[in-house]
């Protein structure tokens, strides 16, 4: 590798972490450019995650040592096929930013843009940083740069509410932080080194298997957290849904999805689950509550009036289809899992971009409210349907995919019975959609929303998008699928 | 012999084109009839190019993109398929042209059309399906397209029975998804071939339980006995809707689904022997469908006698009509295979005429209840004629298309040693007439209450549907052995599945 290409690895961690520095000061100077500047930053890793991704694609993974330190001496960036997330990560953010524009404008006060734009900024370069790195004390950090920047972009709002949800993941995820970094701790008490793969090696010539174990159920229970994976959501629900919309979005779509990378690298990377050492039933214990997950998820959301609040516990259940892919540890089960990581980020950025849309064109946002605004707003309407038949997992939408692997994953396991609740769970899941769906076409309206008409265009341009590539990645699922499949062949070496 | 050719892939997509030019400029009435009545033609002239060719045997593909190993969208033309999509695109052209008429005035008819357009796109498509996981896709995007067909007219009653019609068809298609998982992963394939792709070699027991999931799975569409409860609650939808999706494609949909599971996935040797033992009793998997489809047949005629609703009535006896093709495909053998089949259409033709006559009279009278019915054929004399040539056919008198069907499937019954089934058939013929000939006997025979005897037909795009339908009817029956004409295609079929 040669020229500036070759520090693309890290350089789309620090370009986001730069231009989240910058941000005050350009707001200083220019209020209205910092979401121009924050697009334009994005936009930019985008095109180095892209260009990494083809490289991918060719030559196989990228191996990237900061200051030429070899490994395990010095920090190691890999951008391996997980790391392909990156891509989508960059991608959404950018149309998160561009969607947030006249969000923020109306919602927040003149003076915390920057701030807003700093903070996205943050939390997007903490994301990259997460699923690129190769080390686990830097996978450590990045989770708190994550964290940090949630919390406060939750609070951003500045209501009483907002802030209760706030202090509720602070107190939750500052445990979940703290799990992962005793458990990064241990590990480096029985290895003696921070390298993923470096500790991945050790782990088989170390006979200290007891300390590996309580390592690996700390942090389990760490990610379990992030990831809202029953009996540890508590926290999403109130958090995902009083955010700001854009927020919302990224947080449900994007940010959630950290603890489930962070469950692969520990279960697949650093603890070869499916390796010769006997880590005891932590498969099927998550494997289980996976189950619990997807059903209570749909279940709690079938009772929600507010529609962001079903849109916040369909994630829940969501993160219990990924997690029981990935947890049925067979070859099909670990394909549905990770492309579902994928899809389910897709449909929900779409879900909750369309919500900030109708809240903040209405002011509504309970479902009895909101009765025959498919009339008054059809494309973001349409938008939603598409999203929603999409994540029920109708065929061929995108949501689809991973219910067909995950059910032969779990067929392939000798599991059928959580194949049964998965199912079980997509058909409550079926049933709010379908509330939603028929209070926008079916019903009248109660409110005189007569002057309410379509979500502007910097809306409506990042709906549209997303929601063409929710119809069109269930049949074009081969595009995720060739970064996902050697990505799963690796794991199970 | 296998041809590779677009037409497969046309035949369904220009409905689809079809409903996105409605949702974009179908508020204009007179370009919504006219993408509905072109596309329409469209597509049965492109289905029927292909219908000679499938005569001789001649099988066309269409391979899209493969997603996944061994798993990607083929469309492929066999016998069975081509006599399927050749049923809906005719019917369709009729509906539309019914449709049309029936839904002047209503509300939300952009909607309508749109979704209508659909759902014969994705029938087509399940007709077509080269294997499972396209059969499965299309079977769903059937279920999610008529949804708000059923709800069209919005009343609390409408949105009952559309949640009834989710809950019963969602379910069904989640076991369906199951058992393809399960099929792809015992087989290592999902493509539908001639013979079967499963071998006794996976176990008796897990074939059994396979064959129940798929069975239960796509007999909810098919309104197998008691899976059927969503069918009578769905005729709260408009009169085209019942017509054609609750006598046509819905159902056909799932009865057709069961005749892939039997001779494409299963087939028809490994059925044979497919035999359980369940506490010393020996069960096979043949004998427990047709016995399903007996009890469905003799319970739906029964439930039929009871209804006054004219709509309701006829939703009963299409789910005693439907077990007639789900027998005839059950008994495994040649004859019975050819009835089942040959019944799609057979039922298909005389179910229309009967919902269009209701349809027509409800429009043309306001008149929903077959109490109310005094001297119907007073005022509408051929509307009702065309009724009793369904109901004549229905009974299985020659030579109506009726009577075909039940001449193989009696026949199949005797060639698979279970004479039993022929007297279901008789019983059968037997309540047919108890509840149909009721409704001829009082439009011709009592006076109408008002005493008003003057002929008022309906609008002709009302009337003339039905006449076509019913003398599809009788043309069914009477050239049944003309070489093309859609028992050549099911004997095509069957003595391609029996081999």
Not at chain 2, 71 to 95: E, K
Request: proline share 4%; net charge positive; glycine share 8%.
């Amino acid at each position: 590798m040669a020229g500036v290409s070759g520090h693309f690895p890290i350089l789309i961690v620090v370009v986001p972490l730069v231009g989240a520095a910058l941000t005050p000061l350009i707001g200083h100077w220019r209020r209205r450019l910092c979401m121009p500047w924050a697009a334009l930053v994005m936009l930019f890793t985008f095109a180095m995650t892209a260009f990494l991704g083809v490289r991918l694609s060719l030559h196989g993974p990228i191996g990237y040592h900061l200051g030429s330190w070899e490994p395990p001496f010095g920090i190691e960036i890999y951008f391996d096929y997980v790391a392909a997330l990156t891509f989508v990560i960059a991608l959404f953010g950018f149309l998160v930013i561009i969607f947030s524009k006249r969000y923020v404008e109306k919602e927040l006060e003149e003076a915390k843009i920057s701030t807003y734009y700093t903070l996205i900024l943050l939390i997007l370069a903490g994301m990259i940083g997460f699923v690129v790195t190769g080390d686990m004390f830097n996978l450590f950090v990045f989770l708190e740069i994550i964290s940090l920047s949630g919390y406060a972009l939750i609070a951003i709002g500045g209501e009483k509410l907002t802030a209760m949800a706030a202090f509720k993941y602070l107190l939750v995820g500052a445990i979940s932080s703290l799990c992962v970094l005793l458990g990064v701790a241990f590990l480096y008490s029985i290895t003696g080194t921070l390298n993923m793969r470096d500790i991945s090696h050790m782990l088989t010539l170390t006979d200290a298997t007891r300390v590996a174990s309580v390592a690996l159920a700390l942090f389990i229970v760490g990610f379990a957290v992030k990831a809202a994976m029953f009996p540890l959501h508590i926290w999403l629900p109130d958090a995902h849904a009083l955010a700001p919309s854009p927020v919302s979005a990224l947080l449900s779509g994007l940010v959630v999805k950290t603890g489930i990378v962070g469950m692969i690298r520990v279960l697949f990377n650093v603890y070869r689950i499916n390796g010769p050492l006997n880590y005891g039933p932590v498969l099927n214990i998550m494997a289980w509550l996976a189950g619990i997950t997807i059903i209570l998820g749909a279940f709690f959301a079938f009772f929600q009036n507010d529609i962001k609040m079903m849109f916040a516990y369909s994630t829940i259940s969501n993160i219990g289809y990924i997690v029981m892919g990935l947890s049925l540890a067979s070859y099909f089960g670990i394909v549905g899992g990770l492309i579902h990581v994928f899809n389910h980020a897709l449909i929900k950025t779409t879900l909750f971009l369309c919500a900030g849309a109708i809240i903040y064109k209405t002011g509504y946002r309970k479902l009895a409210d909101l009765q025959g605004i498919g009339k008054k707003m059809p494309i973001t309407m349409g938008a939603i349907v598409i999203a929603a038949v999409s994540i029920v997992g109708i065929p061929p939408t995108a949501g689809f995919i991973c219910k067909w692997f995950i059910i032969l994953g779990a067929i392939e396991a000798g599991k059928p019975v959580l194949a049964g609740m998965l199912l079980l769970g997509s058909l409550f899941i079926v049933a709010y959609y379908v509330k939603i769906i028929n209070a926008a076409f079916f019903r009248e309206p109660v409110h005189e929303i007569t002057e309410v008409d379509e979500a502007p265009a910097s809306m409506l341009i990042p709906i549209v998008i997303l929601a063409i590539g929710c119809l069109l990645m269930g049949v074009f699922a081969y595009a995720p699928l060739a970064f996902i499949r050697p990505a799963v062949t690796g794991f199970l070496r | 012999m296998e041809v590779y050719d677009i037409r497969p892939l046309l035949a369904p997509l220009i409905s689809l084109v079809c409903a996105v030019l409605i949702f974009w400029l179908g508020d204009n009435t007179f370009l919504r009839r006219l993408f509905s009545i072109s596309s329409s033609v469209l597509k049965w002239m492109i289905v029927m190019s292909m219908f000679p060719a499938s005569l001789r045997g001649v099988v066309y593909v269409t391979e899209l993109l493969p997603f996944a190993r061994g798993i990607g969208f083929i469309l492929r033309v066999d016998a069975l398929g081509m006599f399927f999509a050749v049923l809906s695109s005719t019917l369709w052209i009729i509906t539309t042209v019914y449709a049309i008429g029936y839904m002047e005035g209503e509300h939300a008819r952009k909607r309508f059309f749109a979704f209508f357009a659909i759902c014969v796109s994705t029938t087509v498509g399940v007709a077509f399906a080269g294997n499972l996981f396209t059969l499965f896709v299309f079977y769903e995007m059937l279920t999610i397209a008529t949804y708000p067909l059923v709800i069209h007219e919005e009343t609390p009653d409408a949105m009952k029975a559309g949640r009834k019609y989710l809950v019963y068809t969602l379910t069904g298609g989640s076991l369906i998804l199951f058992a393809t998982a399960m099929t792809f992963y015992l087989a290592g394939t999902v493509t539908l071939s001639e013979n079967g792709i499963l071998s006794l070699q996976h176990g008796v027991n897990t074939l059994f339980f396979l064959f129940v999931l798929f069975i239960m799975g796509f007999g909810v569409k098919a309104a197998i006995m008691p899976l059927h409860g969503w069918l009578p609650s769905a005729m709260v939808a408009p009169t085209p809707v019942s017509a054609l999706l609750h006598a046509v494609a819905v159902v056909k949909a799932g009865v057709f689904g069961i005749t892939r599971i039997v001779y494409n996935v299963f087939g028809f040797h490994l059925i044979k022997q497919l035999v359980v033992h369940f506490s010393g009793v020996a069960i096979s998997a043949g004998s427990l469908l047709a016995l399903a489809a007996a009890i469905t047949i003799i319970g739906g005629s029964l439930m039929a006698l009871l209804q006054d609703d004219f709509k309701k009535r006829l939703a009963y006896s299409t789910i005693s009509q439907l077990s007639y093709i789900v027998l005839g495909v059950a008994l495994l053998a040649p004859s019975g295979a050819m009835g089942g089949i040959v019944h799609l259409a057979n039922q298909a033709f005389m179910k229309i005429t009967m919902f269009f006559v209701a349809g027509a009279i409800a429009k043309k009278t306001g008149k929903k209840y077959i109490s109310q019915l005094h001297g119907i054929g007073f005022k509408m004399p051929i509307t009702l004629a065309t009724f009793t040539v369904a109901s004549l056919g229905m009974i299985g008198l020659p030579p109506l298309a009726g009577f075909i069907t039940k001449w193989y499937i009696c026949l199949g019954a005797l060639e698979a040693k279970q004479a039993v089934f022929v007297a279901i058939m008789l019983i059968s013929s037997f309540l047919n007439a108890a509840y149909f000939l009721p409704i001829v006997y009082r439009g011709y025979f009592v006076k109408p209450v008002d005493g008003d005897t003057a002929v008022s037909e309906a609008h002709w795009t009302l009337l003339a549907p039905c006449i076509i339908c019913a003398l599809y009817v009788i043309a069914l029956g009477l050239f049944a052995d003309l070489p093309f004409v859609p028992l050549a295609l099911a004997r095509e079929a069957m003595t391609t599945f029996l081999r």
